[in-house]
């Protein structure tokens, strides 16, 4: 007679984003896994073909957690403004799921935060009027500045370094984006 099956896909999944966030990525193996979860290695190969279809199913899971539930929270009207806030807030709130996306490396596929980052960036301020008439070139700068500003701001306030306000981020975001912008316009 078969056994039932009682470790499932989404079980493995769950325990996997618990695993990278306690400790790395690049630990992230069959056997490191398996015996986090207190489990053989079969069931993980029972519904991944292999490690690397696993680590892609977890961050393509983790980029949609991401991108649904905290970068599209409305907290100020400018689109680069608000994905700027929610980031800083994420890394506030979740600071070692933050360090495990955006400051470790994910072996072979560290390239799709990089990509997650831009595509969610470009969507979010393709309908804002102050930025839909961007060039490419804009774009890439405007996110460069904007992401370096927020990922200082970010670990800075989770570090207990700096308590700046909102009102002092959101100053020093606008500024931030009219330099930036400005320097794109002068290099034209």
């Known amino acids: 007679m ?13 325990a996997a984003e618990q695993f990278i966030t306690e400790k790395s990525p690049s630990e992230l193996t069959a056997r490191g896994l398996s015996k986090y979860m207190n489990i053989s290695t079969q069931p993980l190969y029972a519904e991944f073909e292999n490690m690397a279809a696993l680590k892609r199913e977890l961050f393509s899971q983790i980029y949609y957690k991401l991108q649904n539930d905290v ?15 929610n980031y800083i807030n994420f890394a506030c709130q979740n600071p070692k799921l933050f360090k495990t996306i955006y400051l470790e490396k994910h072996g072979e596929d560290n390239h799709s935060v990089n990509e997650f980052s831009y595509n969610i960036f470009r969507t979010l301020i393709q309908d804002d009027p102050t930025y839909s008439k961007l060039t490419e070139k804009q774009i890439n700068a405007l996110l460069t500045g904007t992401w370096v500003i927020s990922t200082g701001f970010a670990n800075l306030i989770a570090s207990s370094t700096i308590h700046p306000s909102q009102f002092e981020i959101i100053s020093f975001l606008k500024d931030a984006i009219n330099d930036v912008l400005q320097m794109e316009i002068s290099k034209s």
């Open 71 to 85: 970068f599209n929270k409305k907290i100020h009207e400018d689109a680069v403004i608000n994905l700027s806030l």
């Open 2 to 14: 078969a056994r039932n099956k009682t470790i499932f896909k989404e079980d493995i999944l769950r």
